[in-house]
């Protein structure tokens, strides 16, 4: 047989010595799995296919479905783990986005595992929303058949903690599926949760499948990243630059960094963020041992570690986020009656009001208690690094990678407070060293096909990722469109990289630049009131095939320019509001609606 000429001579001679002596089922099978691999790559799917360990004409009931949603790529590296290793003990195991879990087949599974974030107060994942809410409507069949188990990743900052996990096992159960496991809630120190479930799990399905014999399941720490520098082994880096761009009388603190990434073999690629492994502040740890009357030399052991109490809040103990969890030991402790009312589920809005606005330091203040140290090590959320995305492409920049920076600084009742990361960052000088890695973001991607236009909405330092994706674009000569919305208080203090803007948009790196300067008139105009002016424009590019990302706040911003969007389909191509859900939904399902928000 001829090999047709996109088949390489060399691809034809393996995929025949393959297919030699094999039976017709497993030729079949074969058909399937390459006609698969097609179809990903057709759709632009950006989620690593399936995890298979089939043997062919194997059934439902003998398969572990692994789902997961993930905003910023946690949730996928625990369900990328848990299949791995699920498929080391031989067991049959697909692995699946949750926007491409064919939901026609729940009806059929018979073991299914679930790993998804929740953004913020209680929002799914953007490669989610569909899947959650075809479990939340009236088309979910009945799941007598099902097994199930749900792990939920989130942020114990936030009352709605791990809300949509919650939600997705309640709703499981309501549709006749059998729990096999509590719902595991994972907090930022994800592996204190993820692993233990993990173990569980993979014991259930195990039994569930039948494996004979089956050898222990073993728990060791979560797979890493594939660069050099990881999460748990950071690449100690070196501070370049720390410039403020923001001008005088701007009312924020913004700068640029550029860090050396000089003997890391870091690899990075637009969207990406880079991890930060922050110090606390020495003034805000002495502050919390001065009120609480403790001693910073005391040695502490935790988990068999030892460190003194001023080390472990220094470096290992969230001081500056409150959680739900810590107020409850603190309520207990303190005994104060106003505390304990403030937990009450009638008090939602109020707890959400001091999760927001108030620090540990402000609590320990405002209802004293006698904490020792060691109570105090172990009742604190451990630190956790901070993600923050990154603003160059490593085509231009080479062994760097620049940030954005949002100093978080502020008084309250006359005290200094500030955010952990930014203030370690913003008081870092140049030659200081700073622990780094790098968290890829799959979904948040430019283009594989450089002629495709871009849209790109980033307000804020929301602006940092698509400074890469210029940078990026103009160093491979892409010849798609670039089209940028930006908006800030005002265009004389708060215009970041202005002229960088300027000098892309003489070389044609950028095509078209709207501002949206909120204060700077008596009507505050945001970048959401710019898309609807441009709505014509905006969306005959969108028609043509032109990529959308949107990145910053989640709480408001994001939500706008979403409203936004829809209104600009239902006014351009005269879709009715479930219509313009849908052409939106089919956008993000394409690739082609990316959002990075926080």
């Known amino acids: 047989m001829l090999a047709p000429s996109y088949l390489p001579e060399s691809k034809h001679t393996l995929i025949t010595e393959l297919a030699e002596g094999l039976e017709s089922n497993a030729l079949s099978w074969l058909s399937g799995y390459f006609a698969g691999v097609a179809q990903v790559r057709q759709a632009g799917r950006l989620a690593p296919p399936p995890v298979v360990a089939a043997v062919p004409g194997t059934a439902a009931a003998k398969r572990l479905t692994i789902v997961y949603g993930s905003q910023t790529g946690n949730a996928k590296r625990v369900a990328e783990s848990l299949a791995e290793r699920t498929e080391e003990l031989g067991l049959n195991v697909r692995l699946l986005r949750a926007d491409r879990y064919p939901t026609r087949e729940l009806k059929e599974e018979q073991l299914l595992y679930i790993v998804i974030s929740t953004q913020g107060d209680g929002e799914a994942p953007d490669d989610s929303l569909a899947f959650v809410e075809f479990l939340s409507s009236r088309r979910a069949p009945k799941l007598p058949q099902l097994k199930y188990a749900v792990l939920g990743l989130g942020d114990s900052s936030y009352p709605s903690f791990c809300g949509i996990a919650q939600n997705i096992d309640a709703r499981l159960a309501e549709l006749g599926a059998e729990r096999l496991q509590e719902v595991g809630a994972a907090d930022l120190d994800i592996e204190t949760v993820a692993l233990p479930w993990q173990a569980a799990v993979i014991g259930h399905a195990q039994k569930a499948l039948k494996q004979a014999e089956a050898p222990a399941a073993s728990v060791t720490p979560l797979r890493p990243q594939a660069s050099k520098a990881t999460r748990e082994q950071p690449f100690l880096a070196e501070l370049?630059?720390?410039?403020?761009?923001?001008?005088?009388?701007?009312?924020?603190?913004?700068?640029?960094?550029?860090?050396?990434?000089?003997?890391?073999?870091?690899?990075?690629?637009?969207?990406?963020?880079?991890?930060?492994?922050?110090?606390?502040s020495p003034a805000l740890v002495?502050?919390?041992?001065?009120?609480?009357?403790?001693?910073?030399?005391?040695?502490?052991?935790?988990?068999?570690?030892?460190?003194?109490?001023?080390?472990?809040?220094?470096?290992?103990?969230?001081?500056?986020?409150?959680?739900?969890?810590?107020?409850?030991?603190?309520?207990?402790?303190?005994g104060d009656a106003n505390l304990h009312a403030l937990l009450q589920p009638q008090s939602i809005d109020a707890l959400k009001a001091v999760l927001e606005s108030r620090q540990l330091i402000d609590i320990l203040k405002a209802y004293p208690a006698k904490w020792t140290g060691a109570a105090l090590v172990k009742a604190l959320r451990p630190l956790t690094p901070r993600m923050y995305s990154i603003a160059s492409s490593q085509s231009v920049v080479e062994n760097e990678v620049h940030l954005t920076l949002a100093n978080v600084a502020y008084e309250y009742?006359?005290?200094?407070?500030?955010?952990?990361?930014?203030?370690?960052?913003?008081?870092?000088?140049?030659?200081?060293?700073?622990?780094?890695?790098?968290?890829?973001n799959q979904r948040f991607r430019l283009p594989s096909d450089s002629s495709r236009d871009i849209i790109m909405i980033g307000p804020g330092t929301g602006i940092a990722p698509f400074r890469a994706f210029v940078q990026e674009r103009g160093a491979a000569g892409a010849s798609g469109r670039n089209w940028l919305f930006f908006g800030n208080p005002h265009f004389s203090s708060d215009f970041l990289y202005q002229t960088e803007?300027?000098?892309?948009?003489?070389?044609?790196?950028?095509?078209?630049?709207?501002?949206?300067?909120?204060?700077?008139?008596?009507?505050?105009?945001?970048?959401?009131?710019?898309?609807?002016?441009?709505?014509?424009?905006?969306?005959?590019?969108?028609?043509?095939?032109?990529?959308?990302?949107?990145?910053?706040?989640?709480?408001?911003?994001?939500?706008?320019?979403?409203?936004?969007?829809?209104?600009i389909a239902r006014q351009e191509g005269g879709l009715d509001e479930a219509q313009a859900k849908e052409w939106l939904d089919d956008l993000a399902a394409q690739g082609r609606y990316a959002r990075d928000v926080y």
């Open 501 to 567: 803007w300027q000098r892309a948009l003489q070389d044609g790196h950028l095509h078209r630049l709207d501002l949206a300067f909120s204060r700077d008139q008596a009507e505050k105009v945001y970048v959401q009131d710019k898309l609807l002016e441009r709505a014509g424009d905006l969306y005959d590019w969108i028609q043509g095939g032109a990529h959308v990302y949107v990145c910053g706040d989640a709480t408001r911003m994001a939500r706008d320019v979403q409203q936004a969007l829809l209104r």
């Open 240 to 280: 370049l630059l720390n410039q403020p761009i923001t001008g005088r009388g701007s009312d924020k603190d913004v700068r640029h960094l550029e860090i050396s990434l000089e003997g890391s073999h870091i690899e990075y690629q637009p969207g990406d963020a880079l991890g930060v492994w922050p110090t606390q």
């Open 413 to 440: 009742e006359g005290e200094a407070r500030w955010g952990a990361a930014s203030n370690f960052l913003a008081h870092l000088p140049e030659g200081g060293q700073v622990p780094v890695f790098v968290e890829e």
């Open 286 to 334: 002495e502050r919390v041992l001065d009120v609480l009357n403790l001693d910073g030399e005391e040695s502490i052991e935790v988990n068999h570690v030892k460190r003194s109490l001023k080390e472990w809040l220094s470096r290992h103990r969230e001081l500056t986020q409150l959680t739900k969890p810590f107020l409850t030991a603190h309520a207990e402790l303190s």
